[in-house]
């Protein structure tokens, strides 16, 4: 008599696949999550100390899918990094499209470049800015570039529009921006390194300073 054959369930049992995996999401959207985990881990330690596989543990999946969506960890953090500023300057230009005025949406502008929660943003600036020095990759060049005159143009954008209600006088706008541009980041980076120390409050009462001396108010008529 030929021995009974083996049911299904008698085979030897699969590996247990991770629920990650067993989920077949299009590549957009694995690589998007994969970015989304390394946004916040780039924010608490810096772009030089996350690895690839700090960013595999912190997305839920293997270090092999990681590499697989992605040519490097350089390119994963670019790319959280381009996402965040994103975001970030997104908020910030929100913020000031619903100001009643130029002159509140300055305001707005200067007290949300400097809170006790935006110093993990100027971080992944400077980070950002680093990226850019040391790697040779052109289509990151040039976005980096895009995203510095974006924010240029946002300045001067609200000094224009300032200008044109009536409420400031100024003959040198290109200058105003490049120079609220540059103590923006020159007040970031010392708030940063606290050499000499610098609150909050100071950084943003030097740029206020700054936008009283150059846009000046016109006077009632």
Do not use: C
């Not at 924010?43 to 590499?67: I, L, M």
């Not at 996402?83 to 000031?96: F, G, K, N, V």
């Amino acid at each position: 008599m030929t021995a009974a054959k083996p049911s299904q369930a008698a085979k030897s049992p699969r590996r247990a696949v991770a629920a990650a995996d067993r989920t077949r999401q299009p590549t957009e959207v694995r690589r998007r999550l994969i970015v989304e985990a390394a946004v916040p881990l780039i924010a608490e330690r810096g772009y030089a100390s996350v690895g690839v596989r700090d960013v595999a543990a912190a997305a839920g999946v293997s270090v092999g899918t990681v590499t697989y969506h992605f040519g490097s960890v350089q390119e994963i953090l670019s790319e959280a990094m381009v996402l965040h500023i994103e975001r970030y300057y997104a908020e910030l230009s929100e913020t000031a499209e619903q100001a009643s005025s130029a002159a509140e949406a300055l305001r707005l502008l200067v007290d949300a470049l400097f809170t006790e929660d935006t110093d993990r943003h100027w971080r992944m600036w400077f980070d950002y800015w680093n990226a850019g020095d040391q790697g040779t990759d052109e289509a990151f060049a040039r976005g980096q570039a895009q995203r510095y005159e974006a924010w240029h143009q946002q300045i001067r954008a609200l000094a224009e529009r300032g200008v044109a209600e009536g409420e400031f006088t100024g003959d040198d706008l290109d200058g105003f921006t490049v120079r609220f541009s540059a103590l923006a980041d020159g007040l970031a980076l010392q708030r940063l390194r606290q050499v000499p120390a610098l609150s909050t409050e100071d950084a943003r009462r030097h740029l206020n300073r700054l936008i009283e001396t150059e846009l000046v108010r016109r006077s009632p008529a």
